[in-house]
């Protein structure tokens, strides 16, 4: 996956304290979403994971249905073709993720208000909920025009929706820790990393500088 400038300029940002990010590809989180979740689970044939497994795969198939999504589709996706992330930071296995402005829809909102309430996250839900009613409705039509698979289309904003509550739901399943989100609103990635390097750096390691 090529980067767009967003992504770069942080992840720029971060090598400069010693953070380095690479791109995130898992075989849990791919085009089967919900279902190659539940397969991955099973497939590690331990317990644990599998035990893990159940509510988030639940709450993703609701998730899925209330967004409109075509189980079907779904069904027929490929195991090998993998949801493109932002980054990952390999020594903790943590996923971070950038949200420009245009993830902020109500059907985000829709995924945010089914999370079960002792779900482990790292962000602040509410203040992504408020950033959801405040743009959405400039945002619920981003790229009207195209197809997401299971959607249709109009559905990439579904689609969007979706694949970050599988990253959401997904990640603990298989032992990451929880995804951290960070709001990048006007696109400035540098900027995005100068508000959360405090916290981040507590996080993933001491800084460089």
């Not at 980054?87 to 902020?104: K, Q, S």
């Not at 990640?171 to 400035?188: E, K, M, N, S, W």
Request: proline share 5%.
């Amino acid at each position: 996956m090529a980067y767009g400038p967003c992504q770069l300029a942080f992840a720029q940002e971060a090598e400069k304290d010693g953070i380095v990010l690479a791109e995130p590809w898992f075989n849990w989180l791919c085009e089967q979403g919900h279902l190659g979740l539940d397969r991955t689970a099973d497939e590690s044939e331990d317990d644990e994971i599998i035990e893990r497994a159940v509510r988030p795969v639940e709450v993703l198939a609701e998730i899925y249905s209330d967004l409109g999504g075509d189980l079907a589709v779904r069904y027929s996706c490929r195991a090998n073709m993998f949801v493109p992330g932002d980054f990952v930071h390999e020594p903790t296995n943590t996923l971070i993720e950038l949200d420009e402005a245009f993830h902020f829809t109500s059907f985000r909102l829709l995924t945010l208000d089914l999370y079960p309430k002792d779900v482990e996250l790292g962000f602040d839900i509410d203040e992504y909920r408020e950033l959801c009613r405040k743009l959405a409705p400039e945002y619920d039509g981003f790229k009207r025009g195209l197809a997401a698979k299971g959607f249709g289309i109009g559905g990439l904003q579904r689609q969007r929706a979706y694949d970050d509550a599988l990253r959401d739901l997904g990640a603990a399943v298989v032992g990451h820790p929880p995804v951290v989100r960070i709001p990048a609103l006007d696109g400035d990635g540098a900027a995005a990393y100068a508000r959360s390097r405090d916290s981040l750096v507590k996080l993933l390691g001491s800084p460089a500088r």
